[in-house]
């Protein structure tokens, strides 16, 4: 089952920033969180991830709290291409038997208005 | 580009068929998962393979199985098809390791009619 939450909807303007809030207050000390998202039917696209210190690359910044009981994805100039549903994961990984599958909730439909 | 090669894109057949759906994984990745996603629905996940074994199953239906072959490709079987298999179906991979990165295929949409 899920274990985050996210609002389900959000709207940015062109050429803002964008960032996406994702609460997971019962993440266990060895699981990481990740983003995903999906644009309309493709197969879901990986965006981030990160442990406990804050991660960014050349998609989005993602900054973890202190306590890592929530994270925010930052999209630092969204375009219109960023309109897409974007889901937070907690998982371990591959290693940890039982515990590496990928559970998707609602997530949250960002909409980039011009 | 993923990595993650899926065939067919598009499958259209009748109810009560079977069919095949593949997945071959990025290179060196030996985990494979299958995702289902209904109209409007959320990603459902059915099942996961490693190195040729069943490593975790969700909510596959027992009309449903899969397999992992030794080059590490994946088959997704669907069979007694009815209308409301109609759906997504995802694959995606993921190396050993802690905190590594899964990446999906571009989906087979099935339409069952």
């Known amino acids: 089952d899920a274990k985050t939450t996210q609002p389900p909807s959000m709207d940015c303007a062109e050429g803002r920033a964008a960032n996406l809030p994702c609460n997971h207050s019962?993440?266990?000390?060895?699981?990481?969180v990740y983003w995903y998202r999906q644009i309309h039917s493709q197969g879901p696209q990986y965006i981030i991830h990160g442990l406990k210190n804050n991660e960014t690359n050349e998609m989005a910044s993602l900054i973890i709290t202190e306590d890592r009981k929530s994270s925010t994805l930052i999209l630092p100039h969204a375009t219109l291409r960023d309109t897409a549903v974007y889901y937070c994961?907690?998982?371990?990984?591959?290693?940890?038997?039982?515990?590496?599958?990928?559970?998707f909730g609602t997530g949250t439909r960002l909409t980039i208005i011009p | 580009d993923s990595g993650v090669t899926q065939t067919p894109k598009h499958l259209i057949t009748a109810t009560g068929q079977r069919v095949t759906l593949r997945c071959s994984p990025r290179s060196g990745d030996l985990s494979v998962y299958w995702y289902q996603q209904s109209l409007d629905q959320g990603l459902q996940f059915l099942i996961q393979?490693?190195?040729?074994?069943?490593?975790a199953k969700g909510n596959i239906l027992e009309r449903f199985s899969a397999q992992q072959f030794p080059d590490l490709h994946s088959e997704l079987n669907l069979s007694s098809l009815e209308l409301g298999d109609s759906a997504l179906y995802f694959c995606?991979?993921?190396?050993?390791?802690?905190?590594?990165?899964?990446?999906f295929g571009q989906g087979t949409r099935l339409t069952v009619v």
């Open positions: 994961i907690v998982r371990v990984g591959l290693g940890n038997f039982g515990n590496e599958k990928l559970t």
């Open positions: 019962t993440i266990s000390g060895n699981e990481y």
């Open positions: 393979y490693y190195n040729g074994e069943e490593r």
């Open positions: 995606a991979s993921s190396r050993q390791g802690l905190g590594t990165e899964a990446f």
